[in-house]
């Protein structure tokens, strides 16, 4: 269903001056008329364009008291859609929340060179393969330096990121990680030094650049990563040995923060990476004249806060840069976190770090009237105007027969009139 807008100080949801569906709709048949968009990226067009729409139907509230009357348009849910991320977000932190341990807690990042872009970029199927060696990659070195530095197995979670500050490419995994590790066959915790960082930088990267090309390398040799289209001229055995050195040269940067103040301060941190797209509604500036407008920080600057401006349709590319392959998981876990055997290691972490209360349950799932209500303090059952509730209300089925998406009305700016 259709989720307000972010409350401001004085406590009502505003509406950016400028969306990403509203960059769409401008321009977003021009862009496909001018190339071949693959049926993934028409997919999240179309999803963006209709969210809160009538496109997809909704529901109709009337007050009985004052008849007041509202009408609220069901959201699209894709992950690449700017307006669907806060309460998918919240609920994953409140499932999160339950598997925190009593340890101190850090923040690695892993990013491989641009050089490399062309290779994610070149296809649908090679960016999967791309993006699943990065993560394999990562996890390797991490568990590899928990069994050799801390002699157990490591737990945490990596987030995937494939953006920049202005939508140009740039692949790399947030992963957090508890100070720890779990000793084979769980007979003891072996905590971490929690005075400085977890593993020494220079030495992950080197590894995670060997682990990483080595990985390439044997998808190459399997034939498993086409080297056609934009990347053809890497198929000769020379090309390809040309292309591979200077990147074994490089230093790939790994960075890594102190340990965090405590454990609830890691779900602070998380909800900044884990439901991100790539841009977000309240950073588009404008839309007009065939030009989009957005703001940006600059780090090589210092986080100095700019403008960039681009050709509508240049846009629509960078943004679709970043549409991930169907069905494939940005979030993952790894170590005594990975899903099939994380209840039990969990449990014999606790016991280990002699944490005696009993760990906080995982919540039931909460209804969107009750997310709206927690994160924005708005009652959505509520009359408004004057208080009467709950609203009567009466569905509104999406329609059965296709239409261009700008003619369907866009949904209210936020239940508060």
Not at 25 to 37: H, L, P, Q, W
Not at 288 to 298: E, K, P, Q, S, T
Not at 390 to 397: G, I
Request: hydrophobic share 35%; charged share 25%; net charge positive.
């Amino acid at each position: 269903m259709s989720v307000v807008a972010a409350p401001t100080a004085t406590g009502r949801a505003t509406r950016p001056t400028c969306e990403m569906a509203d960059v769409l709709r401008r321009y977003g048949t021009a862009y496909r008329r001018s190339r071949r968009v693959p049926p993934s990226h028409r997919k999240v067009m179309r999803a963006i364009t209709n969210c809160r729409t009538a496109a997809l139907g909704g529901h109709r509230e009337r007050c009985p008291r004052c008849e007041f009357v509202r009408y609220a348009y069901n959201s699209c849910r894709n992950r690449h859609c700017p307006k669907c991320q806060a309460v998918t977000k919240a609920q994953w932190l409140a499932d999160r929340e339950a598997e925190l341990l009593p340890v101190p807690y850090f923040h690695n990042v892993f990013t491989v060179p641009h050089e490399l872009n062309r290779l994610f970029l070149s296809s649908e199927e090679n960016q999967r393969k791309m993006l699943n060696l990065l993560f394999r990659a990562t996890a390797d070195t991490l568990l590899t330096f928990g069994r050799n530095n801390l002699g157990g197995r490591l737990g945490f979670s990596a987030v995937l990121h494939t953006w920049d500050q202005q939508l140009r490419p740039h692949y790399h995994l947030h992963c957090v990680i508890p100070g720890g590790a779990l000793a084979e066959g769980g007979s003891r915790w072996n905590p971490a030094p929690t005075e400085t960082y977890l593993f020494n930088v220079k030495a992950l990267s080197i590894v995670f650049r060997a682990k990483f090309l080595q990985g390439l390398q044997r998808l190459v040799k399997a034939g498993l990563l086409s080297l056609t289209g934009r990347v053809a001229h890497l198929a000769t055995p020379a090309k390809w040995k040309a292309f591979l050195a200077p990147l074994w040269r490089k230093s790939w940067v790994v960075y890594s923060k102190k340990p965090f103040g405590g454990p609830k301060k890691v779900l602070d941190y998380l909800g900044r990476y884990t439901h991100r797209v790539a841009i977000s509604n309240h950073r588009l500036l404008s839309a007009d004249n065939g030009i989009v407008r957005f703001r940006y920080r600059d780090r090589a600057a210092g986080d100095v806060p700019r403008t960039c401006s681009l050709p509508s349709e240049k846009f629509i590319g960078r943004f679709l840069l970043h549409v991930l392959p169907p069905r494939f998981m940005r979030i993952r876990h790894f170590g005594f976190l990975a899903n099939r055997h994380k209840k039990e290691a969990l449990a014999q972490c606790r016991e280990l770090l002699g944490e005696t209360a009993e760990p906080q349950q995982k919540e039931p799932e909460r209804t969107i009237q009750e997310w709206m209500l927690a994160l924005t303090g708005t009652d959505i059952t509520q009359c408004p105007r004057c208080g009467y509730a709950p609203l009567e209300r009466t569905e509104l089925p999406a329609p059965t027969f296709r239409l261009v998406s700008r003619f369907f009305p866009r949904a209210p700016p936020c239940h508060v009139p």
